[in-house]
């Protein structure tokens, strides 16, 4: 019965279009590192001699050697093909060096492969595989079987390494490299009932086009502008490298100057020199002759990932990187000045966290130019990255254990020639860590929703100890509580005040709502309505941080407030001319608005007597006291009356 070539030659179409498709993207990406395309070309070639040996077998002496070649080069390279896959299996889970660095391994994996190779060159004198009969004709061997039991036996390994790293593996691409093993097992069966339909090319290239455009979206991959490696597949990246043990070394590239630049070129010119960047950088991996995995970050920031041998290429590659983009480049007729930061990053020696390499590449954007190459390692020693990347389970612990601990700072009244009042600090002393900074864990509070269950507990303590007996003893008027942006926003949390100071009989009168001035830019409703219900209840706001930078003086006009805390920068002004007539406008103003003033960051005589004479009503700062912890606090006050 003549065999049927026409799925044979529609799976050469479709390979044909995929090695073009295939080409045309590496011209764009400029360069590629993978086994899909080893893969495809050794399918291609199959599909090739798959043709070349029916259109051969016909009967007759003639071509006698090539039908032997012709049909050798066929199965050996059908029996490379389970090999390759599984080798492409391994490096889409990013686990080849767990078989790179294990010889025992790598000859157990290539055995069965090398098995069949050396079966099939040798058939034309065993014809165990395979052999050409007398009268010209192709002919299977006794031994044929063992093509399909080496072959099996690779499916077993694709689908052994699919499930044991299918949590690395999202279903877009679980499903395509899977496909693969049915459809083969499918093909068998069919050619075995039907030996002249040839559908084996055609299965094999149905699911290497479906790879291609699941998997293998280099366009999803690549930035299109510089031809790098994208930020997501950056991230993806290190988190299967923590899940799968796999040591690499990354070089950061910060452009320090970044925003300067982007601020004085328009978007074409900073796509050119973002190109500029990436065919340097691309051009170090080619003199040193490794290769190199490089990731745009975007803004201005790079990564070169390295594996295996060439980890060992890292400093020398982070220097040429330094050397090389230090010098001005041209960019569409512009001398431009670069200002490289470099820094040497390798895992796991440096940190096994990827939250802590997450928070220290959020830093790298904003370190300041630095003159050399710097070691990851220097800055990952630092306690803060580890605090940072726990802090949801520190938060956690300190709101179920009551952690949090509530500190007063005594606040001076010029008026009254005593102490008036006292503003509440949050303070986080942990078991493990020990004291940690608010400005640490309070914006992470915030970006987790935590803020919300910490606010509340601070209320706690505050209406607490207002409705104390010791409390009432220190003849104090108020004490400050401070909001942030995200409780404000929380439509329920005049409710939750007014809840809390029922609870412990507070008089509106005697808790001062501090607002920050980052607060007042959002005019967002449910901070309004919230403000302006506690406002009508009786409930008095101060405005904390005035001068940081963020004022808008008709939005804070705008709001009830009943205070204004300058922020301690406005307490260093007596060395500069300039600085103390801003001071001074900035004092007569608030005062015509008719609000009092409180002055942060007192801390000698000196300015004391300055802002006393400037007419300012309040003082706070270590001049008096630095924060204290409620016992001390009272102590304080008690001792100073």
């Known amino acids: 019965m003549t065999s049927l070539l026409y799925l044979d030659y529609v799976a050469l179409i479709i390979y044909y279009f995929m090695l073009v498709a295939w080409f045309f993207r590496l011209r764009k990406r400029r360069s590629y590192k993978g086994l899909y395309l080893p893969l495809l070309l050794v399918a291609t070639f199959t599909c090739v001699f798959d043709i070349f040996t029916i259109i051969f077998n016909v009967e007759g002496s003639y071509f006698f050697v090539l039908k ?76 044929i079987f063992i093509l399909y039991i080496d072959a099996a036996i690779y499916f077993i390994l694709c689908l052994y390494f699919c499930i044991r790293y299918s949590e690395l593996l999202k279903p877009e691409k679980y499903i395509p490299l899977l496909s693969i093993i049915p ?14 339909i040839l559908c084996e090319m055609i299965a094999t290239a149905i699911s290497l086009l479906l790879i291609m455009i699941t998997i293998e979206k280099q366009e999803e991959k690549f930035n299109p502008s510089t031809g790098l490696l994208k930020s997501e597949i950056f991230y993806d990246m290190i988190d299967n490298a923590k899940s799968v043990s796999r040591p690499y070394s990354a070089i950061f ?34 003199q040193l002759k490794i290769s190199a995995e490089i990731y745009d970050l975007e803004n201005g920031l790079f990564s070169v990932v390295l594996y295996g041998d060439d980890i060992e290429f890292a400093n020398r590659y982070a220097s040429y990187a330094f050397e090389t ?21 390798k895992f796991p020696e440096d940190t096994k966290s990827v939250e802590q390499l997450r928070l220290f590449l959020s830093d790298l954007r904003n370190h300041k130019y630095s003159n050399g190459v710097n070691l990851a390692s220097t800055y990952m020693k630092n306690k803060d990255y580890t605090i940072m990347a726990n802090m949801d389970t520190i938060l956690k612990d300190a709101i179920e254990n009551d952690r949090f601990e ?51 507990i601070v209320l706690e303590k505050v209406c607490r100890f207002i409705s104390s007996d010791e409390f009432k003893k220190l003849g104090l008027d108020y004490i400050e509580v401070n909001l942030s942006v995200v409780q404000c926003m929380d439509k329920n949390l005049a409710d939750k005040i007014l809840s809390v100071c029922k609870k412990y009989g507070v008089n509106p009168s005697q808790l001062n709502l501090e607002i920050t001035e980052t607060a007042s830019i959002f005019t967002q409703r449910n901070m309004i309505k ?25 939005r804070i006009a705008s709001l009830p407030l009943n205070i204004v805390k300058l922020d301690k920068s406005f307490t260093w002004t007596e060395n500069s001319e300039d600085l103390k007539i801003i001071l001074e406008n900035t004092i007569n103003m608030i005062k015509k608005m008719n609000m009092k003033i409180v002055v942060e960051g007192v801390e000698t005589e000196e300015m004391l007597k300055r802002f006393k004479d400037l007419g300012c009503e309040y003082i706070q700062g270590y001049y008096f006291s630095k924060p204290l912890p409620e016992y001390d606090f009272i ?6 009356s």
Not at 183 to 196: C, D, G, N, R
Not at 325 to 342: A, R
Request: glycine share 6%.
């Open 325 to 345: 983009l230090k010098h001005d480049c041209m960019v569409n007729g512009l001398n431009l000045t670069v200002l490289p930061s470099v820094c040497v990053f």
């Open 253 to 286: 590239i910060n452009i320090a100057n970044h925003s300067l630049l982007s601020d004085y070129l328009p978007l074409s010119g900073m796509v050119a020199l973002y190109s500029s960047v990436a065919r340097r950088l691309e051009a170090i991996g080619s």
């Open 68 to 143: 032997y070649l012709l049909n050798g080069f066929y199965l050996v390279l059908r029996s490379l093909i389970p090999l390759l896959y599984v080798g492409y299996i391994i490096s889409v889970t990013e686990t080849w060096h767990k078989i790179v660095n294990n010889s025992y391994i790598k000859c157990l994996i290539a055995l069965p492969c090398v098995i069949s190779a050396i079966m099939t060159i040798t058939s034309p004198l065993t014809h165990l595989i395979y052999y050409i009969d007398d009268s010209g004709l192709y002919k299977r061997g006794p031994a």
């Open 635 to 640: 102590n304080y006050i008690k001792d100073a």
């Open 530 to 554: 919230n403000i302006n219900r506690l406002f009508e209840t009786g409930y008095s706001f101060s405005l904390d941080d005035f001068g940081t930078g963020y004022s808008n003086l008709v």
């Open 183 to 196: 459809s083969q097992v499918a093909t068998v069966i069919i050619q075995l009932m039907f030996p002249h």
């Open 406 to 456: 509530v500190y007063y700072q005594p606040i001076y009244s010029n008026e009254k020639n005593g102490f008036n009042s006292a503003e509440a600090l949050l303070r986080l002393i942990t078991p493990e860590y020990g004291f940690i900074r608010p400005d640490l864990f309070i914006p992470m509070a915030e970006e987790s929703g935590a803020i919300h269950k910490i606010g509340l």
